[in-house]
């Protein structure tokens, strides 16, 4: 069980930095171009208190990800808007 938690984890950063490649930059829009649960669902068709929880664990993933130097990450009206950095 735990290898397959550490692998779909893995997975979520992959899916999640070959977003940001394409340009999103908010864990909310990066969130509503994900899908989620097993039977990949879109992000408006979980239940309200899911696409929350969706949405923080993109800004978890995106929080280690700036911890780990490959983000930037600059605040604008309380929103963390983040890039990638360029080598």
Aim: charged share 25%; net charge negative.
């Amino acid at each position: 069980e735990f290898r397959r938690v550490l692998f779909r984890s893995d997975h979520r950063f992959t899916v999640i930095e070959d977003l940001l490649a394409r340009g999103l930059c908010t864990a909310a829009e990066i969130a509503q171009a994900m899908s989620w649960t097993r039977h990949d669902r879109q992000l408006e068709d979980l239940p309200l208190d899911h696409r929350i929880t969706a949405v923080l664990e993109v800004a978890a993933h995106l929080q280690v990800l700036v911890m780990n130097g490959s983000l930037s990450v600059e605040v604008v009206d309380n929103v963390d808007y983040v890039a990638l950095r360029v080598p």
